[in-house]
């Protein structure tokens, strides 16, 4: 069974070490980090230093087999307490395709839902993130119908905004 635990900063390193390429880690951070590849010190670095780090809560998702994952929560809007917004959501290499990710939404949705007492939880995916997208909208994710544009390299991506009200959640 996964459980979420408050992210720890020895976790870095093991996350990090996810991301596989520079395509996987736009699709988990876009544009949050100016470059590829990062170490756990820039991870940690970003976590306690970024503008507004005391609004964004890091969790670490685990089971009987070890870290698994990693989510964070954060209020998009200061002073705005009815909507928080997951972010970096990954899922290790090793265990990806066996619902964790699913179920690692479930949990985060319960935590905003019932701890934070959130009203409603948002999220972005790029539509070429399709293992993502399928994750969040079989997790209650309504697509909002707004789209942006990203570029990746001589690419551009469909970043699709998602939200879950509370009361018409699965």
């Known amino acids: 069974m996964l459980r979420l635990r ?11 070490g996810w991301i596989e390429n520079e395509r996987i880690f736009r699709y988990w951070c876009a ?20 503008p507004g780090a005391e609004d964004v809560f890091h969790f670490t998702a685990y089971d009987e087999k070890g870290i698994a994952g990693h989510v964070n929560i954060r209020f998009p809007e200061p002073g705005n307490i ?9 899922i290790s290499p ?13 949990l985060a949705l319960q935590y905003a839902f019932d701890i934070m007492k959130a009203k409603k939880v948002t999220i972005g995916v790029f539509d070429e ?39 018409k959640e699965l």
């Open 6 to 16: 408050p992210y720890r900063k020895s976790d870095a390193g093991e996350i990090v």
């Open 31 to 50: 544009d949050r980090f100016e470059s590829y590849p990062i170490t756990a010190d820039d991870l940690n670095d970003q976590y306690d230093n970024s």
């Open 82 to 90: 009815d909507t928080v917004r997951l972010g970096y959501v990954i």
């Open 94 to 106: 090793e265990r990806r395709g066996y619902g964790l990710g699913k179920e690692m939404t479930g």
């Open 129 to 167: 993130n399709e293992p993502a997208l399928h994750c969040y909208l079989s997790s209650g994710f309504k697509d909002t119908g707004k789209i942006s544009d990203f570029c990746y390299f001589d690419e551009k991506w469909k970043c699709r905004e998602l939200e879950i009200v509370k009361g």
